[in-house]
């Protein structure tokens, strides 16, 4: 079964770190470009950083840029996303999505994973 | 920055067809996607590439983009398509690389 399944998230206090994982299986996971995307309580759907199958291409939106740092580790199908300097606004549910080829959408999500900054 | 616009909320009636729109500068040149998000649930891709349907996807569910609008159709609606709708394009020349249009609400009366 294709599968992706975060972890990592938590409560953290405005300043602190954490870093998410997503763990892939059922599929040729360095095959295949990924995304995190976020969503606030209450709201929709925020793109939060991409990697290329071969981490070649990176890409941050600005909200994030400068604070988180997306990497991927094709030996361990495993994908991460490092937070640093959190801020209250980045309190939401994440979630790692793959990429179909030719940027034919996100066709496979996990079941996301919490984050709440607050003190 | 490229923005995608959807109307917040949709509603229809059992059995009729349900149009949620994307408006976007000249979305009919970019490849849309289209989400269906139910309340608690991570998105699931209905629609990809304006107009194809992943596998599992039921045949109700349909796409179209021209010009400044693109369109998901759902059509003999059922109380178990009542979700988030969100649609989103890729957009290489600008920044963000990712755009989501900021959802609609379908509600089955």
């Known amino acids: 079964e294709v599968q992706l399944v975060e972890s990592g998230g938590g409560l953290v ?3 602190g770190s954490l870093r998410l994982s997503c763990a ?3 599929f040729t ?3 295949y470009s990924m995304n995190w995307v976020r969503q606030a309580p209450g709201k ?5 950083s991409s990697i290329s199958s071969s981490s070649s291409y990176i890409y941050y939106a600005d909200s994030v840029k400068g604070r988180f740092t997306i990497s991927r580790d094709n030996a361990k199908n495993s994908l991460y996303l490092q937070m640093n300097s959190l801020r209250a606004e980045d309190t939401a549910v994440y979630y790692c999505a793959r990429v179909t080829a030719h940027l034919r959408g996100m066709d496979v999500w996990g079941q996301g994973t919490t984050v709440t900054v607050s003190s | 920055s490229y923005v995608l ?3 917040p909320s949709v509603s229809v009636a059992p059995g009729q067809t349900a149009r949620i729109t994307c408006g976007g500068n000249n979305i009919g040149s970019k490849s849309v996607h289209w989400y269906q998000q139910k309340p608690g649930q991570a998105p699931v891709l209905v629609v990809y590439d304006d107009s194809d349907r992943p596998s599992g996807i039921p045949e109700r569910f349909s796409g179209s983009n021209s010009g400044n609008t693109a369109t998901l159709t759902i059509s003999r609606v059922e109380a178990g398509d009542e979700a988030d709708y969100y649609c989103q394009v890729w957009d290489s020349s600008s920044d963000p690389y990712v755009v989501f249009g900021g959802g609609t609400k379908l509600t089955v009366l």
């Open chain 2, 5 to 7: 616009t959807q109307p």
């Open chain 1, 24 to 26: 892939a299986s059922g």
């Open chain 1, 29 to 31: 996971f360095s095959s």
């Open chain 1, 13 to 15: 206090k405005p300043g």
């Open chain 1, 44 to 48: 929709g759907l925020e793109w939060v």
